[in-house]
T-cell receptor, first 119, second 111 residues
Framework: GAGVSQSPSNKVTEKGKDVELRCDPI?????LYWYRQSLGQGLEFLIY????????KSGLPSDRFSAERTGGSVSTLTIQRTQQEDSAVYLC?????????????????FGPGTRLTVL | KNEVEQSPQNLTAQEGEFITINCSYS?????LHWLQQHPGGGIVSLFM???GKKKHGRLIATINIQEKHSSLHITASHPRDSAVYIC?????????????FGTGTRLQVFP
């Protein structure tokens, strides 16, 4: 089946503009995560959604960042008034917590990422 | 101090060598993940461990909960194993949970 997809694959924007990044998770996965990968910071957690629960927003770096997940599927990460330090690859992942043989598994499947460049 | 630390940061090897990458963490966790990222490529989950040892092909991952340490071993390394290997931790096995990542180990295997 299809994996996690993200769009656009590349986005170049000017400082101060708003951007929207989209993630389509694997069908049926109940959890969706946003991470970002930048040269100076490595991989860092931003936000995750689990079913109908309130999202964990503890990784969002400022109130310019927000995300929503509509219908329990597609998610959009929005960055308002972009700054140069927002330049990074934004990664989406999804997972389906499951039990097999008495053990729990919650493997995350990553999308290809959106490379954001803020000029 | 980072919650998850990896060593070495960079590693070069000749084809066929046995490779070990180490990961130490400073907090109590429920699961440790090993991920692979090829240059210009996406991230792939290799293992998720809560105890003991797992093997998949030439890859072996072990975890020692008491010592808060995990290792990733590659036997009979090959140039196609060249990638960045990332260790990450999480606190839930059965429901969604964020990953906290190490800084990665860049592996290059030469023919």
């Amino acid at each position: 089946g299809a994996g996690v997809s993200q769009s656009p694959s590349n986005k170049v924007t000017e400082k101060g503009k708003d951007v929207e990044l989209r993630c389509d998770p694997i069908s049926g996965h109940t959890a969706l995560y946003w991470y970002r990968q930048s040269l100076g910071q490595g991989l860092e957690f931003l936000i995750y959604f689990q079913g109908n629960s309130a999202p964990d927003k503890s990784g969002l770096p400022s109130d310019r960042f927000s995300a929503e997940r509509t219908g329990g599927s597609v998610s959009t990460l929005t960055i308002q008034r972009t700054q140069q330090e927002d330049s990074a690859v934004y990664l989406c992942a999804s997972s389906l917590a499951r039990w097999t043989s008495g053990k729990g598994y919650n493997e995350q499947f990553f999308g290809p990422g959106t490379r954001l460049t803020v000029l | 101090k980072n919650e998850v630390e990896q060593s070495p940061q960079n590693l070069t090897a000749q084809e066929g060598e046995f490779i070990t990458i180490n990961c130490s963490y400073s907090v109590g966790i429920s699961a440790l993940h090993w991920l692979q990222q090829h240059p210009g490529g996406g991230i792939v989950s290799l293992f998720m461990l809560s105890s003991g040892k797992k093997k998949h092909g030439r890859l072996i991952a072990t975890i020692n909960i008491q010592e808060k340490h995990s290792s990733l071993h590659i036997t009979a390394s090959h140039p196609r194993d060249s990638a960045v290997y990332i260790c990450a931790v999480s606190w839930n096995l059965f429901r969604a949970d964020k990953l906290i990542f190490g800084t990665g180990t860049r592996l290059q295997v030469f023919p």
